[in-house]
Protein backbone atom coordinates (compact mmCIF):
# COMPACT_ATOMS: atom_id res chain seq x y z
CA UNK A 1 0.00 0.00 0.00
CA UNK A 2 1.38 3.19 -0.78
CA UNK A 3 2.08 5.90 2.12
CA UNK A 4 -0.85 8.02 0.46
CA UNK A 5 -3.67 5.54 0.72
CA UNK A 6 -2.21 4.46 4.37
CA UNK A 7 -2.62 8.35 5.31
CA UNK A 8 -6.26 8.61 3.53
CA UNK A 9 -6.93 5.15 5.46
CA UNK A 10 -6.11 6.00 8.51
CA UNK A 11 -7.85 9.33 9.18
CA UNK A 12 -10.95 7.17 8.34
CA UNK A 13 -10.72 4.23 10.59
CA UNK A 14 -11.85 3.60 13.92
CA UNK A 15 -9.64 1.73 15.63
CA UNK A 16 -9.91 2.87 18.89
CA UNK A 17 -10.67 0.08 22.25
CA UNK A 18 -10.78 0.79 25.93
CA UNK A 19 -9.19 -1.45 28.96
CA UNK A 20 -10.79 0.30 31.57
CA UNK A 21 -10.27 3.62 32.11
CA UNK A 22 -7.23 2.98 29.48
CA UNK A 23 -8.04 4.38 25.87
CA UNK A 24 -5.87 3.01 22.92
CA UNK A 25 -5.95 4.49 19.54
CA UNK A 26 -6.02 0.97 18.17
CA UNK A 27 -5.55 -2.23 19.53
CA UNK A 28 -2.41 -3.49 18.41
CA UNK A 29 0.37 -3.80 21.41
CA UNK A 30 3.51 -5.53 21.72
CA UNK A 31 3.93 -8.35 24.43
CA UNK A 32 6.17 -8.52 27.51
CA UNK A 33 9.96 -9.64 27.46
CA UNK A 34 9.15 -9.55 23.49
CA UNK A 35 9.82 -6.49 22.78
CA UNK A 36 12.74 -5.18 25.33
CA UNK A 37 12.06 -2.02 26.81
CA UNK A 38 10.67 -0.21 23.75
CA UNK A 39 13.50 1.96 23.03
CA UNK A 40 15.58 -0.56 21.27
CA UNK A 41 13.09 -1.27 18.45
CA UNK A 42 12.94 2.35 17.78
CA UNK A 43 15.37 2.06 14.63
CA UNK A 44 13.38 -0.03 12.93
CA UNK A 45 9.84 0.78 13.47
CA UNK A 46 7.08 3.65 13.82
CA UNK A 47 6.14 2.69 17.52
CA UNK A 48 3.97 5.69 18.35
CA UNK A 49 1.76 3.95 15.98
CA UNK A 50 1.16 0.97 18.24
CA UNK A 51 -1.74 1.14 20.73
CA UNK A 52 0.26 0.20 23.50
CA UNK A 53 4.25 -1.39 24.51
CA UNK A 54 4.14 -3.59 27.36
CA UNK A 55 7.39 -3.82 28.63
CA UNK A 56 9.76 -6.69 30.06
CA UNK A 57 8.52 -7.67 33.53
CA UNK A 58 10.22 -5.63 36.35
CA UNK A 59 11.11 -7.30 39.60
CA UNK A 60 11.76 -4.97 43.16
CA UNK A 61 15.81 -6.26 42.52
CA UNK A 62 17.76 -6.60 39.44
CA UNK A 63 17.78 -10.09 38.02
CA UNK A 64 20.36 -11.88 35.83
CA UNK A 65 18.48 -15.08 34.62
CA UNK A 66 18.89 -18.40 33.96
CA UNK A 67 22.41 -19.34 32.56
CA UNK A 68 22.49 -20.14 28.64
CA UNK A 69 21.43 -21.91 26.51
CA UNK A 70 17.98 -19.86 26.89
CA UNK A 71 16.20 -19.79 23.88
CA UNK A 72 15.50 -22.44 21.52
CA UNK A 73 13.41 -22.86 18.15
CA UNK A 74 11.21 -25.82 17.88
CA UNK A 75 8.56 -26.39 14.85
CA UNK A 76 6.56 -23.15 14.23
CA UNK A 77 7.48 -21.83 17.67
CA UNK A 78 10.46 -21.01 20.18
CA UNK A 79 11.01 -22.53 23.84
CA UNK A 80 12.75 -20.16 26.24
CA UNK A 81 14.10 -20.02 29.78
CA UNK A 82 15.46 -16.44 29.85
CA UNK A 83 14.38 -16.29 33.88
CA UNK A 84 13.15 -13.23 33.97
CA UNK A 85 16.40 -10.84 33.41
CA UNK A 86 15.35 -7.67 33.93
CA UNK A 87 17.10 -4.06 35.77
CA UNK A 88 15.01 -4.12 38.12
CA UNK A 89 11.83 -1.10 39.40
CA UNK A 90 14.74 1.63 40.39
CA UNK A 91 16.97 1.49 36.97
CA UNK A 92 13.61 0.66 35.25
CA UNK A 93 12.54 4.13 36.60
CA UNK A 94 15.55 6.49 36.38
CA UNK A 95 16.77 4.69 32.69
CA UNK A 96 13.97 2.95 30.97
CA UNK A 97 11.11 5.21 31.67
CA UNK A 98 12.48 8.64 30.66
CA UNK A 99 13.48 7.32 27.19
CA UNK A 100 10.03 5.71 26.95
CA UNK A 101 8.30 9.08 27.34
CA UNK A 102 10.07 10.76 24.79
CA UNK A 103 8.53 8.25 22.15
CA UNK A 104 4.83 8.90 23.02
CA UNK A 105 2.98 5.54 22.91
CA UNK A 106 0.96 4.05 26.24
CA UNK A 107 3.69 2.34 28.29
CA UNK A 108 2.19 -1.38 29.96
CA UNK A 109 4.90 -1.78 32.83
CA UNK A 110 5.14 -5.67 33.23
CA UNK A 111 5.36 -6.83 37.19
CA UNK A 112 6.80 -9.80 38.45
CA UNK A 113 7.34 -11.02 42.47
CA UNK A 114 8.58 -13.63 44.58
CA UNK A 115 5.91 -13.22 47.27
CA UNK A 116 2.59 -10.83 47.15
CA UNK A 117 4.51 -8.53 49.52
CA UNK A 118 7.00 -8.13 46.47
CA UNK A 119 4.65 -7.54 43.95
CA UNK A 120 3.21 -4.75 46.58
CA UNK A 121 6.06 -2.84 46.78
CA UNK A 122 7.23 -3.12 43.07
CA UNK A 123 3.29 -1.26 42.56
CA UNK A 124 4.24 1.12 45.32
CA UNK A 125 7.47 2.05 43.52
CA UNK A 126 5.45 2.72 40.10
CA UNK A 127 2.75 4.60 41.93
CA UNK A 128 4.11 8.39 41.21
CA UNK A 129 6.19 7.45 38.32
CA UNK A 130 4.96 9.84 35.57
CA UNK A 131 4.76 8.21 31.90
CA UNK A 132 2.63 4.93 33.28
CA UNK A 133 -0.23 4.01 31.16
CA UNK A 134 -1.60 0.54 33.05
CA UNK A 135 0.38 -2.12 34.81
CA UNK A 136 0.49 -5.47 33.67
CA UNK A 137 0.93 -8.48 36.47
CA UNK A 138 2.54 -11.21 35.29
CA UNK A 139 1.10 -14.35 37.80
CA UNK A 140 3.24 -16.83 36.44
CA UNK A 141 5.48 -16.56 39.00
CA UNK A 142 6.52 -19.27 41.62
CA UNK A 143 5.38 -18.46 45.22
CA UNK A 144 8.52 -18.48 47.00
CA UNK A 145 6.39 -18.32 50.56
CA UNK A 146 4.05 -21.18 49.04
CA UNK A 147 6.79 -23.87 48.03
CA UNK A 148 7.58 -22.48 44.57
CA UNK A 149 3.23 -23.12 43.37
CA UNK A 150 3.24 -20.34 40.68
CA UNK A 151 0.49 -17.70 41.84
CA UNK A 152 -1.65 -18.00 38.93
CA UNK A 153 -2.46 -21.49 39.31
CA UNK A 154 -4.12 -21.18 42.32
CA UNK A 155 -7.47 -19.13 42.29
CA UNK A 156 -7.07 -17.35 45.94
CA UNK A 157 -3.46 -16.26 45.37
CA UNK A 158 -4.22 -14.98 41.77
CA UNK A 159 -6.72 -12.77 43.63
CA UNK A 160 -4.61 -11.27 46.79
CA UNK A 161 -1.80 -10.69 44.12
CA UNK A 162 -4.51 -8.36 42.38
CA UNK A 163 -5.85 -6.87 45.03
CA UNK A 164 -2.38 -5.85 46.11
CA UNK A 165 -1.47 -4.25 43.14
CA UNK A 166 -4.69 -2.35 42.98
CA UNK A 167 -4.57 -1.13 46.28
CA UNK A 168 -1.26 0.82 45.33
CA UNK A 169 -1.54 2.33 42.23
CA UNK A 170 -4.37 4.32 40.32
CA UNK A 171 -3.87 3.25 37.09
CA UNK A 172 -5.90 0.16 35.05
CA UNK A 173 -4.62 -2.99 36.47
CA UNK A 174 -4.05 -6.16 33.74
CA UNK A 175 -3.61 -9.48 34.97
CA UNK A 176 -2.08 -11.59 32.73
CA UNK A 177 -3.17 -14.97 33.17
CA UNK A 178 -0.88 -18.41 32.68
CA UNK A 179 -1.99 -21.21 30.66
CA UNK A 180 -0.46 -23.74 32.35
CA UNK A 181 -3.63 -24.94 34.43
CA UNK A 182 -6.85 -26.87 34.57
CA UNK A 183 -9.51 -24.33 34.25
CA UNK A 184 -8.21 -21.01 33.15
CA UNK A 185 -11.43 -19.37 33.60
CA UNK A 186 -11.46 -19.87 37.48
CA UNK A 187 -8.49 -17.84 37.32
CA UNK A 188 -9.81 -15.10 35.45
CA UNK A 189 -12.82 -15.01 37.41
CA UNK A 190 -10.66 -14.83 40.73
CA UNK A 191 -8.40 -11.69 39.34
CA UNK A 192 -11.86 -10.52 38.66
CA UNK A 193 -13.01 -10.39 41.64
CA UNK A 194 -9.46 -9.23 42.83
CA UNK A 195 -10.21 -6.13 41.28
CA UNK A 196 -8.56 -6.55 38.00
CA UNK A 197 -9.55 -4.02 34.82
CA UNK A 198 -8.46 -6.60 32.16
CA UNK A 199 -6.83 -10.04 31.81
CA UNK A 200 -4.49 -10.85 29.24
CA UNK A 201 -3.74 -14.23 28.11
CA UNK A 202 -2.02 -16.26 27.52
CA UNK A 203 1.67 -16.40 28.96
CA UNK A 204 3.85 -19.34 27.71
CA UNK A 205 2.89 -22.84 27.91
CA UNK A 206 5.67 -25.37 29.77
CA UNK A 207 7.63 -27.24 27.52
CA UNK A 208 10.88 -29.10 27.00
CA UNK A 209 13.33 -30.23 23.94
CA UNK A 210 15.91 -32.91 24.17
CA UNK A 211 19.24 -33.13 21.65
CA UNK A 212 18.81 -36.56 20.87
CA UNK A 213 22.39 -36.67 19.70
CA UNK A 214 23.63 -35.92 23.10
CA UNK A 215 20.67 -37.15 25.02
CA UNK A 216 20.58 -33.77 27.01
CA UNK A 217 17.97 -31.21 27.62
CA UNK A 218 18.68 -28.02 25.07
CA UNK A 219 17.96 -25.59 27.64
CA UNK A 220 20.42 -25.10 31.18
CA UNK A 221 17.07 -24.77 33.00
CA UNK A 222 15.75 -27.84 31.46
CA UNK A 223 11.71 -27.02 30.88
CA UNK A 224 10.87 -23.26 29.27
CA UNK A 225 8.37 -21.26 28.23
CA UNK A 226 6.49 -22.30 24.24
CA UNK A 227 5.30 -19.39 22.24
CA UNK A 228 4.64 -18.43 18.84
CA UNK A 229 2.22 -19.78 16.33
CA UNK A 230 2.25 -23.68 17.81
CA UNK A 231 0.30 -21.95 20.70
CA UNK A 232 -1.85 -20.15 18.55
CA UNK A 233 -5.34 -22.64 18.33
CA UNK A 234 -4.61 -22.86 22.23
CA UNK A 235 -4.77 -19.28 23.20
CA UNK A 236 -7.74 -18.51 20.86
CA UNK A 237 -9.51 -21.46 22.79
CA UNK A 238 -8.75 -19.73 26.17
CA UNK A 239 -9.42 -15.92 24.96
CA UNK A 240 -12.61 -17.16 24.08
CA UNK A 241 -13.55 -19.32 27.03
CA UNK A 242 -12.56 -16.55 29.57
CA UNK A 243 -14.36 -14.11 27.69
CA UNK A 244 -17.31 -15.31 28.16
CA UNK A 245 -16.29 -16.26 31.92
CA UNK A 246 -15.26 -12.47 32.63
CA UNK A 247 -16.90 -9.15 32.59
CA UNK A 248 -13.90 -7.22 31.64
CA UNK A 249 -12.04 -7.24 28.71
CA UNK A 250 -9.67 -9.41 27.56
CA UNK A 251 -5.93 -8.74 25.94
CA UNK A 252 -5.55 -12.29 23.14
CA UNK A 253 -1.90 -13.59 23.36
CA UNK A 254 -0.23 -15.81 21.35
CA UNK A 255 1.25 -16.91 18.06
CA UNK A 256 0.01 -13.39 16.58
CA UNK A 257 1.63 -12.59 13.44
CA UNK A 258 -0.68 -11.35 11.11
CA UNK A 259 -3.83 -9.21 10.62
CA UNK A 260 -5.57 -12.29 9.68
CA UNK A 261 -4.45 -13.37 13.06
CA UNK A 262 -5.72 -10.10 15.42
CA UNK A 263 -9.12 -10.26 13.69
CA UNK A 264 -9.08 -14.11 14.76
CA UNK A 265 -8.70 -12.94 18.56
CA UNK A 266 -10.64 -9.94 17.94
CA UNK A 267 -13.59 -12.34 17.21
CA UNK A 268 -12.89 -14.60 19.78
CA UNK A 269 -13.66 -12.26 22.30
CA UNK A 270 -10.80 -9.68 22.46
CA UNK A 271 -10.51 -6.20 22.94
CA UNK A 272 -6.89 -5.69 22.08
CA UNK A 273 -4.19 -8.00 21.14
CA UNK A 274 -0.27 -7.93 21.83
CA UNK A 275 2.28 -9.49 19.08
CA UNK A 276 5.07 -11.32 21.55
CA UNK A 277 7.41 -13.82 19.53
CA UNK A 278 6.45 -12.14 15.96
CA UNK A 279 8.53 -9.10 17.05
CA UNK A 280 11.91 -11.24 17.08
CA UNK A 281 10.98 -12.34 12.86
CA UNK A 282 10.04 -9.42 11.71
CA UNK A 283 10.65 -6.21 14.18
CA UNK A 284 7.56 -3.99 12.33
CA UNK A 285 4.98 -7.09 12.64
CA UNK A 286 3.09 -4.91 15.40
CA UNK A 287 3.27 -1.75 12.81
CA UNK A 288 1.83 -3.86 9.81
CA UNK A 289 -0.73 -5.50 11.99
CA UNK A 290 -2.02 -2.09 12.31
CA UNK A 291 -1.78 -1.04 9.01
CA UNK A 292 -3.25 -4.48 7.71
CA UNK A 293 -6.35 -3.67 10.41
CA UNK A 294 -6.90 0.32 9.57
CA UNK A 295 -7.36 -1.71 5.81
CA UNK A 296 -9.37 -4.63 7.21
CA UNK A 297 -12.26 -1.49 8.76
CA UNK A 298 -12.31 0.40 5.37
CA UNK A 299 -12.42 -2.62 2.95
CA UNK A 300 -15.42 -4.09 5.09
CA UNK A 301 -17.11 -1.12 5.80
CA UNK A 302 -17.01 -1.62 9.74
CA UNK A 303 -18.12 1.75 11.73
CA UNK A 304 -15.27 0.55 14.17
CA UNK A 305 -13.09 -1.92 14.80
CA UNK A 306 -15.30 -2.89 18.37
CA UNK A 307 -17.38 -4.21 15.89
CA UNK A 308 -15.47 -7.29 15.39
CA UNK A 309 -14.96 -8.44 18.92
CA UNK A 310 -16.51 -11.50 20.04
CA UNK A 311 -18.21 -11.88 16.58
CA UNK A 312 -17.44 -15.08 16.30
CA UNK A 313 -20.30 -17.10 14.35
CA UNK A 314 -21.39 -20.22 16.04
CA UNK A 315 -23.95 -21.29 14.04
C1 LIG B 1 11.80 -14.42 25.24
C2 LIG B 1 10.50 -14.23 25.95
C3 LIG B 1 10.45 -13.51 27.16
C4 LIG B 1 9.23 -13.31 27.82
N1 LIG B 1 9.21 -12.60 28.98
C5 LIG B 1 8.01 -12.35 29.61
C6 LIG B 1 7.95 -11.53 30.78
O1 LIG B 1 8.97 -11.00 31.26
N2 LIG B 1 6.74 -11.35 31.37
C7 LIG B 1 5.59 -11.90 30.86
O2 LIG B 1 4.50 -11.68 31.42
N3 LIG B 1 5.61 -12.64 29.72
C8 LIG B 1 6.80 -12.88 29.11
N4 LIG B 1 6.82 -13.64 27.95
C9 LIG B 1 5.56 -14.18 27.39
C10 LIG B 1 5.04 -13.31 26.24
O3 LIG B 1 4.76 -12.00 26.67
C11 LIG B 1 3.77 -13.94 25.61
O4 LIG B 1 2.77 -14.05 26.59
C12 LIG B 1 4.04 -15.31 25.03
O5 LIG B 1 5.30 -15.35 24.38
C13 LIG B 1 2.95 -15.74 24.03
O6 LIG B 1 2.86 -14.84 22.95
P1 LIG B 1 3.61 -15.07 21.52
O7 LIG B 1 3.28 -16.47 21.08
O8 LIG B 1 3.08 -14.01 20.63
O9 LIG B 1 5.07 -14.92 21.78
C14 LIG B 1 8.04 -13.85 27.27
C15 LIG B 1 8.09 -14.55 26.05
C16 LIG B 1 9.28 -14.74 25.39
C17 LIG B 1 9.29 -15.51 24.09
Known amino acids: MSPKALNSSASVADLRVSLGDLK??????????????GQEFVPYMNIHRLGAVVVKGISLFPRSGNPPPRIVETPCGMLNAIGLENVGVERFISEKIPALQAINVPVVVNILGDTVQEYSE??????????IAAIEVNI???????????????PKMAEAVTKAVKENISVPVFVKLSPNVTDITEIGRAVEDGGADAVSLINTLIGMAIDHRTRRPVLANVFGGLSGPAIKPVAIRMVNLVAQAVSIPV???GGIETTEDVIEFLLAGATAVQLGTANFVNPRASEEAVEGLTQYVIDEKLLSVRELIGGLVLS
Open 24 to 37: LKNPIMTASGTFGY
Open 122 to 131: ITKRLADVEG
Open 140 to 154: SCPNVKKGGVAFGSV
Open 251 to 253: IGI
